[in-house]
């Protein structure tokens, strides 16, 4: 009671609250739209707590839940987490034309599901035992399967500049240490079942804000897609609190959520009258040369959503719901409008507007253009890095990475890689080659050091832990590093294989950590996950072979039995023992009536 009258106080004489979201949209080149949604919240400060299932209860401080999620703050709590970095990421980024990744891709993930925590715990294996905890409880809150991860997928990074643990994080104990651990899977599904409790941490639990346009079938209908939540401790003496930032990323395909729209859930063709074709060719009325998507456009949040915005997310508290709009403002009219056809008075700020929502009533972005291709110009991204299979043999394959660096300036980055344990990976057959504007040439192991600085590679251990490789790398500008290696396939067990064997083997997104002079990152980016085939066994075999000897077993049974059980007799005896049968008996008894009746 004492909280809803503290929250009602809050709301009502407008003070600060430690809560606030913003919608940040950007049209893209091609009729695509950048949505970025960005919810911010905190706990009240308390003291750090260690807990210790063998040893007795301490004395807990007094949580306070009111705005941060009250089934996340216990998770925490029990596992001895310090920092969380959770992502659910789908699609492709394409940095030709959308330039780098939102946030410097520090809350993008690869493909799948990846999670990264900072344990505090006074050995590995009790650092080992509470990430268990931490991803079985995590499964059950997203729906997701992360209660498979194991020591098999398990990694700890040498070095990681990202994932740093946070210097300001106090442990409860000085023989204490703090333990990042780090696992992927890259071949998990994302879908509405995680974004429902994705929401449900929201304190608008999705009934308020820019939350309520987030609908399952709207975001994950989209070119890429990335959901991240991000959980620190900050500590100022004593009192630790927990922030936390939840994001939905999201590249949106206007002209085709409008289609759909218009069209419903079934594509229809498009009717000869409003088929757009080029003149200047072939035009009849059996050829079309199909023109681009229109450029001259007019459309709006809700058309695109399917829903408005249903107000701020609390009543009355400035900037706790920000609406922000990055357009070239010559070529776009970009306005709010509530109900009752008002505009919301913009604010100009760098590259766009920026609207405070603050009544309780629903709210719509529309946009308008003569030329959606004029754009804001996106920054390309200061390593461009791809990655691919070689190699088409059952046993053996191969790995080739490109790293490029497109600016005028030196580039140092940490190139970050985890490999399953059935890929053995053969570090001896590395071979490095530099292109540049004068060719390219092979490198010798001398010249690899020029370019690679430093090395750091622990080999897998089967059913165990992956291979693990980071290295550190500093590219030249306007040149190209390509890595090549070769890895053997491991054979595995029965029971290992998914029930979709010959699908193939999804593996995790290599990752590129870019670094600033001062060594802190600059850009983060993963390479696309690859999905590899191992020799799979026929798995029909076994109930073949089964089917097959039951059957010889059945016919050389049953003759066999035949045999043994029947007499053989000549046809005169049988005609003999017919004669004398009961059946035989009845038919001359017939017989004989039949002819008397006559």
């Known amino acids: 009671m004492i909280h809803v009258l503290w929250f009602l106080f809050l709301c009502g004489t407008g003070l600060a609250i430690p809560y606030n979201e913003s919608l940040t949209l950007r049209p893209l080149e091609r009729n695509k739209l950048l949505g970025l949604f960005e919810f911010n919240v905190e706990s009240e400060p308390s003291r750090l707590i260690y807990y210790n299932d063998s040893a007795p209860a301490q004395p807990k401080a007094a949580s306070h839940y009111m705005y941060f999620p009250h089934v996340l703050g216990p998770i925490i709590e029990t596992s001895n987490t310090r920092e969380l970095h959770l992502r659910f990421t789908q699609g492709w980024w394409d940095n030709e034309e959308w330039g780098k990744l939102p946030y410097n891709g520090r809350r993008s993930g690869g493909t799948g599901v990846e999670v990264w925590a900072v344990i505090e715990a006074d050995s590995y294996k009790t650092a080992k035992r509470d990430w268990k905890k931490l991803t079985s409880t995590l499964?059950?809150?997203?729906?997701?399967?992360?209660?498979?991860?194991?020591?098999s997928i398990t990694t700890i990074p040498n070095y990681h500049a990202s994932q740093k643990p946070n210097q300001n994080?106090?442990?409860?104990?000085?023989?204490?240490?703090l333990y990042l651990l780090r696992a992927v899977l890259p071949s998990e599904p994302i879908c509405t079942e995680n974004l429902t409790p994705f929401l449900k941490l929201l304190p608008t639990r999705g009934k308020a804000g820019i939350s309520t346009l987030l609908d399952g079938h709207k975001v994950f209908d989209s070119l890429w897609h990335s959901m991240s939540i991000d959980m620190n401790t900050v500590c100022e003496g004593t009192d630790c609190k927990l922030q936390m930032t939840q994001s939905v990323n999201t590249v949106i395909d206007v002209l085709r959520s409008l289609r759909r729209k218009n069209e419903g859930g079934i594509p229809k063709p498009t009717p000869g009258e409003k088929l757009r074709c080029d003149e200047s060719k072939t035009y009849n009325v059996w050829q079309c040369f199909p023109l681009g998507d229109p450029t001259d456009v007019a459309w709006s949040l809700e058309e695109i959503f399917g829903r408005p915005i249903l107000g701020a997310a609390f009543e009355s508290v400035p900037g706790s719901t920000k609406i922000n709009v990055e357009v070239d403002r010559e070529n776009w009219s970009v306005s709010v409008i509530d109900y009752q056809e008002q505009k919301v008075e913009p604010e100009t700020i760098d590259n766009g507007l920026s609207f405070d929502i603050q009544e309780p009533q629903p709210y719509d972005v529309k946009f308008s253009s003569p030329d959606s291709s004029k754009v804001l110009t996106s920054d390309s991204p200061p390593i461009k890095v791809a990655r691919s299979l070689t190699g088409y043999s059952q046993d053996r394959g191969g790995l080739r990475?490109?790293?490029?660096?497109?600016?005028?300036?030196?580039?140092?980055?940490?190139y970050f890689e985890f490999l399953p344990w059935f890929m053995r990976l053969h570090l001896n057959t590395l071979k490095v080659s530099f292109q540049d504007e004068t060719g390219t040439r092979l490198l010798s192991p001398e010249e690899e050091k020029q370019y690679i600085h430093t090395r750091f590679y622990r080999p897998a251990i089967d059913r165990k832990r992956p291979s693990h490789l980071e290295l550190s790398i500093v590219l030249p500008p306007k040149?190209?590093?390509?890595?090549?290696?070769e890895f053997e396939k491991s054979l595995l067990l029965y029971a290992e294989y998914p029930p979709d064997a010959n699908h193939g083997f999804a593996v995790e997104a290599g990752m590129v950590t870019v670094l600033n002079e001062n060594d802190d990152v600059e850009y983060e980016i993963r390479t696309s996950s690859l999905l590899l085939t191992?020799?799979?066994?026929?798995?029909s075999?076994?109930?073949?072979?089964?089917?097959?000897?039951c059957t010889i077993m059945s016919l050389a049974f049953g003759t066999v039995y035949n045999l043994l059980t029947k007499k053989v007799i000549t046809e005169e005896e049988l005609e003999v023992i017919a004669a004398q049968g009961k059946l035989a008996k009845l038919k001359e008894?017939?017989?004989k009536r039949f002819k008397a009746a006559k």
């Open 534 to 539: 191992l020799p799979t066994p026929d798995f």
């Open 139 to 151: 499964s059950g809150l997203f729906c997701a399967s992360l209660n498979f991860i194991d020591e």
């Open 169 to 177: 994080i106090h442990v409860t104990h000085p023989s204490h240490d």
């Open 541 to 549: 075999m076994p109930y073949n072979v089964i089917i097959l000897t």
């Open 479 to 485: 040149s190209t590093l390509v890595l090549t290696y």
């Open 589 to 591: 008894v017939l017989q």
């Open 401 to 414: 990475t490109h790293f490029s660096n497109p600016t005028t300036s030196d580039r140092k980055f940490i």
